[in-house]
């Protein structure tokens, strides 16, 4: 009688498991790695946006790829930051072309609204401090994006140039991206080893100035791909498509079946292995 028992109780263990598994949500998708990921303006979720601290963090989750944005100083000097008012992130009544850089760096960036003030003693960053990051992490790559405002106050070859020299410690792990696809033309044909589009809208991923571009990377907002789009043949045309606002592991995981390389997130950490 016991030994027909054992199998029995096995029996139902083994269902019982079975049914669990298909229950349990977190087994419905899996987990990214890192590979894939790329830290939009650091570990925004949790901190200041395109901050050190912000950069810094999401590194310590695993982040291999890091997004932030650029604006010119009046000195025109390059700052981690991705609006052209200092009102959001700084709480400023000015412009960030308004001031110097040393003026800028004495000012919070803390995002008031979103993370009241715990973050208050963090200040507005230059692309030199986080150079000096990523110098010393070898392992990740800096996705760098030139915003259209202080191209339009300051013009591209400036942009440009600034830029390209601040970051010339990591030129072989620092990619220009931008929705300005003239400043991006201009980077590829001056020789920087990667760069790439972020395109306005999904049409243009087939016009001849982002054929012409041939980027390493085009970012899009996963919300202008088009349902009946087929992305699995683009590498051709855009190097690896890079899908933004990413926000949950299931949303990468239909994005990647359909053909996306790479997912930017604001929040890298759970999305990540």
């Given amino acids: 009688m016991p030994c027909r028992i054992v199998p029995h109780i096995l029996g139902i263990q083994y269902l019982v498991a079975t049914w669990n598994l ?7 998708t899996t987990k990214l790695y890192a590979e894939r990921l790329v830290a939009h303006r650091g570990l925004q979720a949790a901190y200041p946006e395109n901050t050190a601290l912000s950069v810094r963090k999401a590194i310590e989750a695993g982040a291999l790829y890091v997004e932030i944005d650029i604006q010119l100083s009046l000195d025109r000097q390059p700052m981690v930051y991705h609006d052209i008012s ?31 003030e715990q ?20 392992q990740v790559t ?11 106050e300051f013009g591209g070859e400036i942009m440009l140039a600034n830029v ?5 410690p990591i030129r072989d792990r620092a990619v220009l991206i931008s929705f300005d696809y003239a400043i991006i033309a201009s980077a590829k044909a001056s020789g920087w080893p990667q760069a790439g589009p972020v395109l306005l809208e999904w049409s243009h991923i ?10 390493d990377y085009t970012f899009i907002d996963y919300k202008l791909i088009p349902e009946a789009a087929k992305l699995e043949n683009l590498d051709s045309l855009t190097g690896k498509l890079v899908a933004y606002e990413v926000g949950t592991v299931k ?11 790479m997912f930017e997130t604001f929040d890298i950490a759970s999305l990540l292995v």
């Fill in 22 to 28: 298909i229950l349990t949500p977190q087994n419905t």
């Fill in 86 to 116: 200092l009102k959001r992130v700084s709480g400023q009544d000015s412009l960030i072309s308004s001031l110097n850089r040393s003026e800028l760096m004495t000012l919070p960036a803390y995002e008031p609204e979103r993370l009241g």
């Fill in 119 to 138: 973050f208050i003693a963090e200040t507005i960053s230059s692309l030199a401090q986080v150079v000096e990051i990523i110098l010393s992490h070898p």
């Fill in 142 to 152: 800096l996705f760098v994006e030139l915003k259209e405002e202080s191209i339009a």
């Fill in 164 to 168: 390209c020299e601040v970051l010339k």
């Fill in 206 to 215: 087939h016009s001849d100035q982002i054929i012409a571009i041939a980027g």
């Fill in 251 to 261: 949303l990468a995981n239909q994005l990647a079946d359909r053909g996306v390389a």
